[in-house]
Structures are given as C-alpha cells and as structure tokens.
C-alpha cells in the first residue's frame, strides 16, 4: 500500500514538474520571439503575407499583402497567447487541488495578463519596435480564451467522468 501511494505521488510530481518546465519552455519563446528586432519580424511577417496572398490572389496588391500581414500579426498574438493561457490554467490546476483550484485559475489569469501587457511595454526598447495597446488587448484575449477552454474542458472531463 505505502508502495503504491509513494509511487504515485512520484508521478504527480514528475507531471507537476514535467508541466512547469513546458511552461517556462513557452514563456521563453514569447520573450525570444516579441523582442526579436523590428526589421527582422516586418521582413519574416511581409514574406509570409506575400506568400499567402499570392495563393489567394492571382495578383496580389500592396493593400492586399498588407491586409493579410496584418491578419497574420493579428492571429499571431491570439494564438501564441491562447496557447500560453491554456498551459499556464492548465499548470495551475495540476499544482492546485480541490477548492484552491480556483485560486490557480485567477493566478494564471493574473501572470497572464502581466505577461500580455509586459511583452508590448518592453518591446518600445527594443529597436524597430513599439508599443500597441491594441495588441497587448490580442495578447490578454487570447489569453482569456484558453483559460475559459482549459477550465471548460476541466468541467467537461469531470462530467463525462460523472455520467460514465
């Protein structure tokens, strides 16, 4: 019995701590990649949009790439953060159990609206970069949204798990 026990509180701790390093992996990510020089993200974004663009039209306009660049940019910030409130809730429910659970969702809620506003104030000091309320909002709806999906799909494991 005691085996048993000991081995499983291993696998809960191996999962907290196999968790919290992908969390920590991804948060680096999005400092490496939203303090990445000005030049380099316009060119990288401008070359994908023309690629895109040219599939969906024959000749693509300027307006047109420019349009879909800024789609691209758009999508970028609520995916990556969707992605970043979806890991951070769903660390935060591994750490926390039971009625403190709620507490782990609104500290994920709070280091991720943290993290959606710091990564556009901090980019004004990086060169060819600047900030833009509109995207740290992206950030902090993106964000919102994998919370509210993680906790939903918590909701819906543990009412499936009910009714089986």
């Given amino acids: 019995m005691k085996e048993r026990r000991r081995s499983r509180i291993l696998l809960e701790i191996s999962i907290i701590l196999i968790s919290f390093a992908a969390l920590l992996m991804l948060l680096y990510f999005v400092m490496v990649v939203s303090f990445q020089n000005g030049a380099a993200s316009t060119d990288v974004t401008m070359r994908l949009a023309g690629r895109i663009a040219r599939r969906i039209f024959e000749q693509p306009t300027n307006d047109q790439i420019f349009t879909t660049a800024l789609m691209i940019r758009y999508g970028a910030h609520l995916g990556l953060f969707f992605v970043v409130g979806f890991v951070t809730t769903f660390v935060s429910m591994v750490i926390f159990r039971g009625y403190f659970r ?55 494991n543990r009412l499936l798990v009910k009714l089986s």
Avoid: P
């Avoid at 943290?114 to 556009?120: D, G, M, Q, S």
């Avoid at 992206?138 to 994998?146: D, E, K, M, R």
């Fill in 102 to 156: 709620i507490l782990g969702v609104m500290g994920a809620g709070a280091v991720c609206y943290v993290l959606a506003y710091y990564t556009e104030y901090y980019k004004q000091f990086v060169e060819g970069r600047h900030f833009q309320q509109s995207d740290a909002a992206l950030n902090w709806y993106g964000s919102v949204a994998g919370i509210v999906c993680m906790v939903g799909s918590y909701f819906l």
